[in-house]
């Protein structure tokens, strides 16, 4: 079981990353959210595939009896999944107001789109100047 994970992080990660490298915003935020599951599934696949009962200690023992599911990394997984989840829904929020604001979600027009309000921004600011000059 662990070696078929180990190909199916590997193509989470792979498709992830070829993701996260396109142009579109969407696609990247697919990305993210496919990087994030491969991670998931790491923690899972390292923490070891065990089917054992809860590790729950019995009142006439000391030591729980083995095979026991380790918990540490399900509870990494399920806080890394919430931390996910939301930093998912902030990049969702972030892509609606930009696509508003530029109309686009194509990161050239975007950067195209900054470098000419930059450009008007030092235009204003340099006619600015030359008024305050003309009034001293």
């Keep these: ?12 990660y792979a498709a992830g990353m070829y993701l996260m490298v396109r142009r579109s915003i969407v696609k990247m935020i697919f ?3 496919l990087l994030g599951n491969a991670a998931n599934l790491l923690i899972f696949t390292v923490g ?3 089917r054992g009962r809860p590790p729950h200690i019995p009142l006439d023992s ?4 083995l095979p026991v599911a380790d918990p540490v990394p399900q509870a990494l ?11 998912q ?14 109309g686009s979600d194509d990161q050239d027009v ?8 930059e450009q008007q921004g030092h235009r204003l600011r340099d006619t600015g100047q030359e008024r305050q000059g003309e009034e001293a």
């Design 1 to 12: 079981m662990e070696p078929v994970l180990a190909v199916v992080i590997g193509g989470l």
């Design 31 to 33: 990305g993210l959210a």
């Design 48 to 50: 070891r595939l065990t």
């Design 62 to 65: 000391a030591l729980p009896s």
């Design 77 to 87: 997984i399920l806080t890394a999944i919430v931390i996910g989840f939301g930093v």
């Design 89 to 102: 829904a902030f990049a969702l929020v972030l892509i609606k107001r930009v696509y508003q604001t530029v």
């Design 110 to 117: 975007m950067l195209t789109e900054n470098q000419e309000q």
